[in-house]
């Protein structure tokens, strides 16, 4: 799809109280709808106006350079950060007005997990599920199963303090399925994890979605959104600057060529650096 002005929201943002009445109840309110999220940190808007809506059934991909505002953006939505302005809504559901039943709904995997590292792996999944109020003996089954199709069963008595990197982003996934929610927010499920188990997570994401889930993930690795996701939102500088069916953001090119050019990456050398050159010594 065509790229909005800068600045301009994606999609249009408007004022349906003004222009268009009360908005009328829907049956199929999106996965999640954010309307105007907004973070300001020390004078600096990480997030700035950003409306962006999810559509149910999809597997939608959210990118940008580092520093965008992706794990900002997505704290506020997840309920996590609270938005100097704008909302988010879960399934119809604001997320800041409702949390329960909006988080309820929702399985997180936030930036940087702060886990109860204490616990074993098993234990850790089955107090997520106790916590989301299953009953202890399904909450283990669960936790049984995930560490299973994760490939952590052989490190399910292991205290996750001692897990490696891509063990702790599985485990924190694992966290985030447990209740069985209807949406998932993942951000960056794929970093530090092994091609195998990368392999794994893509399959369960797919089955997922095709079980009735919506999946929102945030990710570096464009070949992964654009043989992964079906939609995709690029963040640039706190502002939505490209969002819709994967096919139509891509234009005919690829993802990361796309995204090159949305985002105005510099072209050749850096010419920055001469003394790295070995020649130079
Ligand atoms: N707690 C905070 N205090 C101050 N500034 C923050 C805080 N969190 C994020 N920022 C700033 O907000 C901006 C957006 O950061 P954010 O982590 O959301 O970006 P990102 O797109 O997730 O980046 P990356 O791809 O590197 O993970 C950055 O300029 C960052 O320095």
């Known amino acids: 799809m065509s790229r909005p002005a800068p600045g301009a929201a994606y999609p249009p943002r408007m004022d349906h109280h003004e222009e268009q009445g009360p908005r009328p109840p829907s049956t199929h309110?999106?996965?999640m709808e954010w309307r105007g999220l907004s973070k300001t940190f020390d004078g600096h808007r990480a997030v700035a106006g950003v409306d962006l809506v999810v559509p149910a059934g999809s597997l939608f991909g959210l990118v940008g350079p580092n520093g965008a505002g992706k794990t900002t953006?997505?704290?506020m939505a997840t309920g996590l950060l609270r938005p100097d302005e704008g909302t988010a809504s879960v399934l119809g559901h604001d997320v800041w007005?409702?949390?329960a039943r909006a988080k309820g709904l929702m399985g997180v995997l936030p930036d940087g997990v702060r886990?109860?590292?204490r616990l074993s792996?098993?234990?850790l999944v089955t107090y997520a599920g106790r916590l989301h109020g299953l009953p202890r003996e399904l909450a283990a089954e669960?936790?049984?199963d995930l560490l299973r199709v994760l490939g952590l069963e052989a490190a399910g008595e292991k205290l996750v303090v001692d897990y490696s990197a891509g063990m702790t982003k599985k485990i924190g996934l694992a966290c985030a399925l447990v209740h069985a929610p209807r949406l998932l927010v993942?951000?960056?499920?794929f970093e530090a994890v092994d091609p195998v188990s990368g392999q794994g997570i893509r399959t369960l994401l797919r089955e997922f979605v095709a079980g009735g889930g919506t999946v929102v993930l945030s990710s570096h690795v464009m070949e992964l959104v654009e043989t992964l996701c079906t939609h995709v939102a690029v963040l640039a500088a706190g502002r939505l600057v490209a969002a819709g069916p994967v096919d139509e953001v891509r234009a005919g090119s690829s993802l990361q060529d796309r995204f090159l050019h949305i985002v105005g990456a510099p072209e050749g050398s850096t010419g920055g650096l001469p003394w790295l050159a070995s020649s130079s010594v």
């Open 29 to 31: 309110p999106p996965a």
């Open 73 to 75: 953006a997505l704290s």
């Open 97 to 99: 007005a409702d949390p």
């Open 115 to 117: 886990l109860f590292d």
């Open 121 to 123: 792996g098993r234990e």
């Open 142 to 144: 669960r936790a049984a």
């Open 186 to 189: 993942l951000d960056e499920p």
